[in-house]
């Protein structure tokens, strides 16, 4: 059975704090796993990773994927009260064609930054 | 502007009453899916589609049915629904991204 498992499922830090958000992965025709931030409504997307250890960076956030390890990270640094949300990860899955078939998603980790 | 737009967003109704809840997207996507969120058990797929008529199961299809008529349009279909159906629901269109609506609050009772 398909799985995405993300950890810690949640976590208090300081602004200022650098953070490092963790996934693992069992997802059979493995396709890219992806990373979104959800605040009080939908989720939205950060960073999608097919390749292994190719950084993807956006300002202060960053993450990578190890293919053969079957985990991910999003790192956090320089942490401010507005990167407070619950972060996703999910694996996709392959469908016939090569395009993109189900979305496994984990429970999400809630990061809550203090001022 | 593109847009993701779900109808009705908040819903309280009664176990066996037929309800849909529509999904519309103005950006051409191809991939559309259909998800809920549940506390303690994250998003959760349901149906997704791949293109005009062809629809697949996600991780929890009981209880739900799904049509994809023309590319903008993915309704999901409770026939009957039962309380442990309360939860919510958010569409979604695309792929890398996905964008997702903002979501319908559906409560069974």
């Known amino acids: 059975e398909d799985k995405v498992v993300q950890s810690p499922l949640s976590l208090v830090v300081h602004e200022g704090d650098t953070v490092t958000l963790n996934c693992s992965y069992e997802v059979t025709n493995f396709r890219s796993l992806l990373w979104y931030k959800q605040e009080k409504k939908a989720p939205t997307f950060l960073f999608m990773l097919?390749?292994?250890?190719i950084e993807k960076k956006s300002g202060r956030l960053s993450s990578i994927l190890d293919k053969k390890e079957l985990f991910s990270i999003l790192n956090i640094t320089a942490t401010q009260t507005g990167d407070s949300a619950i972060y996703l990860c999910?694996?996709?899955?392959?469908?016939?064609?090569?395009?993109?078939?189900?979305?496994?998603f984990g429970k999400g980790t809630k990061l809550s930054v203090k001022p | 502007e593109a847009q993701v737009t779900q109808n009705p967003r908040y819903l309280i109704t009664v176990t066996g009453k037929k309800l849909t809840v529509t999904c519309s997207q103005n950006m051409n996507h191809e991939y559309m899916s259909w998800y809920r969120q549940d506390p303690g058990l994250g998003l959760r797929q349901i149906y997704y589609s791949m293109n005009v008529e062809v629809t697949d199961k996600g991780d929890v299809p009981e209880g739900y049915k799904v049509s994809r008529k023309e590319k903008r349009n993915f309704p999901l279909i409770l026939e009957s629904p039962s309380p442990n159906q309360t939860s919510l629901y958010f569409c979604?269109?695309?792929?890398?991204?996905?964008?997702f609506g903002d979501g319908t609050r559906l409560s069974i009772l």
């Open positions: 999910a694996g996709s899955t392959r469908n016939y064609g090569g395009s993109q078939g189900n979305l496994i």
């Open positions: 097919t390749s292994s250890g």
């Open positions: 979604a269109s695309g792929e890398q991204p996905q964008h």
